[in-house]
């Protein structure tokens, strides 16, 4: 599609993409990718969290939005993952200093983190929890910061109310939370498996 492509992926990208393939993970679209690392970069975005690494393709999108001392905190429970993406990010020539590559489960890990510190908290896993995901998420970001929640259409399934199965209950239950949530200025982005952004005031 024309938007997917618009900014296209380089040989990095399709290689982390290729290895995210051969593990069985999903990665965000190319389009979802962009407009992340424009709002990154829009934010000059210096400290970012992502729950659920992947092979690194969101990574990848995110650092090449953010200034080059930004840090990047991103948290999957599959080492496995992580170790391509470590992989993707020495291709693509970024220094150690700026990825923290945590191993965990983001329920565990998220409630670590320092309250009002980050500048962008990207969502891409584990849908069951997006509620308790996103309240951690508006808890570490500082006040402009931006919430981003991937997979928040899941492949349409979230704007047809005829679909109640507990995974699209829970994702358009969020939604609709967000979109409601005087503490968010809340967007509906229409790329890849939809985008929810939600701007902390
Ligand atoms: C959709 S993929 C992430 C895609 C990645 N952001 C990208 O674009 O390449 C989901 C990832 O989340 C991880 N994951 C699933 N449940 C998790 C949890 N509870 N905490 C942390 N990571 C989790 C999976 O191992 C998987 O690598």
Do not use: N
Not at 30 to 56: D, I, K, N
Not at 113 to 118: E, N, Q, S
Not at 182 to 198: K, N, Q, S, T
Request: hydrophobic residues 45%.
């Amino acid at each position: 599609m024309y938007c997917e492509d618009f900014v296209p992926e380089d040989e990095v990208l399709l290689r982390a993409r290729g290895r995210a393939a051969e593990l069985g993970c999903a990665s965000i679209s190319a389009g979802t990718g962009a407009a992340l690392s424009a709002v990154a970069a829009a934010l000059r975005a210096r400290a970012v969290v992502e729950v659920g690494t992947g092979t690194g393709v969101g990574s990848l999108w995110l650092l090449r939005g953010m200034p080059t001392d930004g840090v990047l905190t991103t948290i999957d429970i599959e080492v496995e993952h992580q170790r391509a993406a470590k992989t993707a990010f020495a291709e693509a020539g970024i220094r150690s200093t700026r990825t923290r590559t945590i191993p965990g489960r983001a329920s565990e890990v998220l409630p670590r983190l320092t309250d009002g510190a980050y500048d962008l908290v990207l969502v891409a896993a584990d849908k069951p929890r997006y509620a308790d995901h996103a309240e951690q998420a508006l808890r570490l970001l500082r006040p402009g910061g931006v919430l981003a929640i991937d997979g928040a259409l899941a492949r349409g399934r979230v704007a047809d109310p005829a679909v109640r199965d507990e995974t699209t209950t829970i994702v358009r239950h969020v939604g609709r939370q967000l979109r409601d949530d005087e503490r968010v200025v809340p967007a509906m982005l229409p790329v890849g498996d939809g985008l929810l952004l939600a701007v902390r005031r």
